[in-house]
């Protein structure tokens, strides 16, 4: 942080990406003013550099999921990459572009002619087979308004008996992963926020909810240890992984979108993530995942903005509500 001025500044010092959610979720701003910011992503900062990388094709790095030419001795040696379309849509819909521009359906035009899954070609807003890629198509799907029903269908169809999901299902797991529950979480709320909850998303989404909400969102259910010292930590781009400030993040949008007030069994996940709050009022980013990317944004170990602002909009929401 810078060593004057307070928090929102040094938040509001930064990429259009970062102070259109300033503008809106902690200063209230009037909506044609976050708007106005929210639309330079397109043009400016890590938006604009992001699509800067954009293959005339649409889709990014040559690939759905890998890059093209992307090799299991580059992913041994250099780890997963994260610059292939799906994760750079996923990196769109977290900057906010507007999906109603036209640079955006154009984009969602193109990945739909041209885009097909690694797994066995399939076009790729019809989705594939796994589930935390499914629930990431069926966010930025939804988001920029594809059609993704028949994806949010075979979710649906996929839980596990404890509640959640699991990637490895398909491999023999029959119990439930934090990670996996958490993006399907994600894409079934972006789903019934745009078309209205059904019976069975909503029984879905609660389900999953309660998965999370039994282990205090971080423990065990038998032992009540940690399920992962590093859910503890917290980290950006998440892109499949799950942390507790993701999971706080995800139980307040759904209150927002649905009025639910805040479950009292959250308050541990709150009381940990006040706790990491650093003196000049930041918090950490504690860790990034290994592999390729389009560019950094931040430095492990330094004051985040983007932590920063999630933390801050978390709290917000829970001090304001938790009460009622």
């Known amino acids: 942080m810078a060593p004057t001025g307070s928090v929102i500044d040094w938040l509001l010092a930064s990429d259009p990406a970062i102070r259109w959610?300033?503008?809106?979720?902690?200063?209230?701003?009037?909506?044609?003013?976050?708007?106005?910011?929210?639309?330079?992503?397109?043009?400016?900062?890590?938006?604009?550099?992001?699509?800067?990388?954009?293959?005339?094709?649409?889709?990014?790095?040559?690939?759905?999921?890998?890059?093209?030419?992307?090799?299991?001795?580059?992913?041994?040696?250099?780890?997963?990459a994260w610059t292939a379309t799906c994760f750079s849509l996923q990196q769109l819909y977290d900057f906010g572009l507007d999906p109603s521009s036209a640079r955006a359906r154009r984009t969602v035009d193109l990945i739909a002619k041209n885009s097909r899954w690694d797994h066995d070609g399939q076009p790729f807003w019809d989705g594939e087979v796994e589930e935390c890629i499914n629930a990431r198509t069926v966010m930025v799907g939804v988001y920029f308004g594809v059609e993704v029903s028949p994806i949010v269908e075979r979710l649906l169809g996929e839980r596990q008996p404890d509640g959640g999901w699991n990637c490895e299902r398909c491999n023999g797991s029959h119990r439930s992963s934090f990670h996996t529950t958490i993006n399907v979480l994600e894409g079934l709320l972006e789903y019934e926020k745009a078309k209205g909850a059904t019976a069975k998303t909503h029984a879905a989404r609660a389900a999953g909810e309660a998965y999370l909400l039994e282990r205090g969102l971080f423990r065990r259910l038998g032992t009540g240890a940690p399920a992962d010292e590093r859910y503890l930590k917290f980290l950006n781009p998440n892109r499949w992984r799950y942390d507790v400030l993701r999971g706080l993040a995800y139980f307040r949008a759904a209150s927002l979108a649905t009025g639910a007030v805040p479950d009292p069994r959250l308050r541990e996940a709150i009381g940990h993530l006040r706790s990491r709050q650093s003196d000049d009022?930041?918090?950490?980013?504690d860790w990034t995942l290994k592999g390729p990317v389009w560019f950094e944004m931040e430095v492990p170990g330094q004051p985040s903005r983007w932590i920063t602002l999630g933390a801050l909009r978390v709290l917000r929401w829970w001090d304001e509500n938790a009460g009622r």
């Open 281 to 285: 009022g930041t918090w950490p980013l």
């Open 21 to 80: 959610q300033v503008m809106r979720d902690l200063l209230d701003a009037p909506e044609a003013e976050w708007q106005a910011e929210r639309a330079r992503v397109e043009t400016e900062g890590w938006g604009a550099r992001l699509l800067s990388h954009q293959d005339q094709d649409g889709q990014w790095a040559g690939g759905a999921f890998m890059p093209a030419g992307y090799t299991q001795e580059n992913w041994r040696d250099l780890g997963q």
